[in-house]
């Protein structure tokens, strides 16, 4: 859990209250309280917590409006996106048929 050892931190810090939208938060719902980073940029991690903002997820998504930043994606699970694209080939059978060996291979050259 080294990854997210800033939220630890900041949860130390700040109270749990969504800075955004001013909902509060508990032990039950805490997974729900994310860190934002200020300047968006998540190694920035000062232990004053200057650069640190705590928000919900959904005020957290708002702020970021929908744009990936990899400070965000670190604070999502990271097996959840993860699907098992690639692995069907569509064209496996297209690839068998242009593949096989032709049977009537018989003398019709045409002279
Ligand atoms: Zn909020
Ligand atoms: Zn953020």
């Given at each position: 859990m080294k990854k997210v050892d800033y939220r630890e931190q900041a949860l130390r810090l700040f109270p749990w209250v969504c800075a955004s939208c001013g909902r509060d938060f508990?032990?039950?719902n805490l997974q729900e309280l994310t860190v934002h980073h200020k300047d968006h940029n998540y190694k920035n991690n000062p232990p004053d917590g200057s650069n640190w903002e705590l928000l919900c997820i959904y005020?957290?998504?708002?702020?970021?409006?929908?744009?990936?930043?990899?400070?965000?994606?670190s604070t999502q699970n990271?097996?959840?996106?993860?699907?098992?694209?690639?692995?069907h080939t569509p064209f496996a059978d297209l690839k068998?048929?242009?593949?096989?060996?032709?049977?009537?291979?018989?003398e019709d050259e045409q002279k």
């Open positions: 508990n032990g039950k005020c957290h998504d708002n702020e970021h409006s929908r744009l990936l930043d990899a400070e965000w994606l990271p097996d959840k996106e993860k699907g098992s694209a690639a692995t068998n048929l242009l593949s096989k060996p032709r049977n009537d291979s018989g």
